[in-house]
């Protein structure tokens, strides 16, 4: 008989989006008639914009010709979606990036969780707490921690506590670490980063020689014109930092799939020997075994997105979610909450009442108001006692579940 790898059994059996699915269950079948508003997902509502729509049909019906069918296509990505990439992400705001640089992937989640492949086990590796689940478990799966301690947290793995004290960023470690991941604005505290903030980070990385594994998933919510939407608007990060974008919230893409990993060619790590090796070749190198591409179609609705009414059209879905996190935060401000994120970020994150832990508010609030939210402790131990609401979701259901939560004080 085969073994399996027992990495996997050291995960967390009761893992975060099941278990609220199970309580919500149990409610909606104890409860027929009452409606449910879902305030705690982290997938888009709204319909891909109709420039993007266009181009993916143009694109399918490319392929339904000999003589414009296309096959595997080039192994980083079409050049037409990295040229736009680099352009209007980077170059436009006078970043250095090219389209060599650039990586088409079908996914930040599968980028982020695959990218530790090129790493040694021997790095040590920085986690902020509260998190995105998918680098911690990706990181375990790998065999690169220890058992789960009593407090969630896994041996092996350097966590960097981002409670409200720290204003949810994690201080600057004072040992030294190899891999840092980080996530701004952040899921799931809708926190975002100064220029002086990521400074720092840049300049810890380069006395450190550690590699920053940046997540800017939910850049295209900063509209703040101060804050960075890149690690490379920071100087000298080109040399330590890599980073991670995705059309998923940015577009609208996450049914469709189509994000893309930033690999500088300055990119350097080295073996047990000290001598140094570019990171790039290594990326590449597991991609195109691992990995064939993402489908044409795909790549051309993705390059809409930067077309000038793609642009506008993006930016017109994104403000509506921007909105409805401005009506949540202030209302749930009026109501006596202390809530923090909700501006230039889709997530609010909200204290619970009266020092509640987050599943007892969970279950309070579905009982209640019928409104399901994210337990904040699902994403960490620092997360305890507060609560992910999410604006992705429709203006009436926003409000609705607003006034339910209202009548619960
Ligand atoms: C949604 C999200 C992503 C995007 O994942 P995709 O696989 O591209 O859909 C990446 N990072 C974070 C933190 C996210 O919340």
Redesign the pocket.
């Known amino acids: 008989m085969a073994w399996i790898n027992e990495n996997y059994l050291k995960l967390k059996a009761g893992y975060l989006f099941p278990e609220i699915s199970r309580r919500v269950e149990k409610f909606s079948r104890e409860n027929p008639d009452k409606k449910i508003i879902r305030m705690g997902i ?1 997938d888009v509502t709204k319909p891909l914009v109709a420039s993007v729509v266009r181009a993916f049909e143009e694109g399918v019906r490319e392929m339904a010709t000999a003589a414009t069918f296309r096959g595997y296509g080039p192994e980083q990505g079409y050049a037409f979606l990295r040229e736009l990439v680099a352009q209007w992400d980077y170059q436009s705001r006078g970043v250095q990036i090219s389209a060599d640089d650039i990586f088409i992937s ?7 969780g695959n990218i530790l492949e090129i790493f040694g086990n021997q790095n040590k590796i920085g986690i902020c707490d509260p998190v ?1 689940p ?1 680098y911690v478990d990706s990181a375990v799966m790998g065999g690169r921690t220890g058992a789960v301690q009593e407090n969630g947290y896994f041996d092996g793995l350097y966590y960097l506590p981002c409670g409200e004290e720290s204003h949810f960023l994690p201080k600057i470690p004072e040992q030294k670490l190899d891999l840092v991941f980080l ?1 701004f604005p952040n ?1 799931p505290t809708g926190q975002t980063a100064t220029r002086e903030y990521l400074t720092q980070w840049v300049d810890y990385a380069r006395e450190n020689d550690c590699i920053l594994l940046y ?1 800017a ?2 850049e295209a919510f900063i509209r703040d014109v101060e804050i960075p939407h890149s690690i490379f608007e920071i100087p000298g990060a080109k040399s330590v930092a890599m980073e ?1 974008r ?4 940015t577009a609208g ?2 049914g469709t ?1 189509c ?1 893309f990993t930033v690999v500088p060619q300055e990119l350097e790590a080295r073996n047990s020997q000290g001598e140094k090796f570019p990171i790039r070749p290594l990326w590449s190198r597991r991609q195109t075994t691992k990995f064939n591409g993402v489908s044409y179609p795909v790549q051309k609705a993705a390059a809409a997105v930067y077309s000038t009414e793609g642009r506008k059209e993006v930016a017109e879905v994104i403000d509506y979610y921007l909105e409805n996190a401005r009506i949540m935060k202030a209302s749930l401000l009026r109501m006596g909450f202390t809530v923090y994120g909700g501006k230039n970020a889709p997530y609010i994150w909200l204290k619970t009442l009266r020092g509640m832990k987050s599943w007892e508010f969970f279950d309070l609030l579905l009982k209640e108001a019928g409104v399901v939210g994210t337990p904040g402790a699902g994403f960490g131990p620092a997360g305890e006692g507060f609560f992910r609401l999410s604006a992705f979701a429709e203006r009436e259901s926003v409000e609705e579940g607003l006034l339910r939560i209202s009548k619960i004080q």
């Open positions: 982290g079908d996914g930040s989640k599968c980028d982020t995105y998918v996530c899921n997540d998933a939910y991670f995705s059309f998923s919230k893409f996450t799939r994000a």
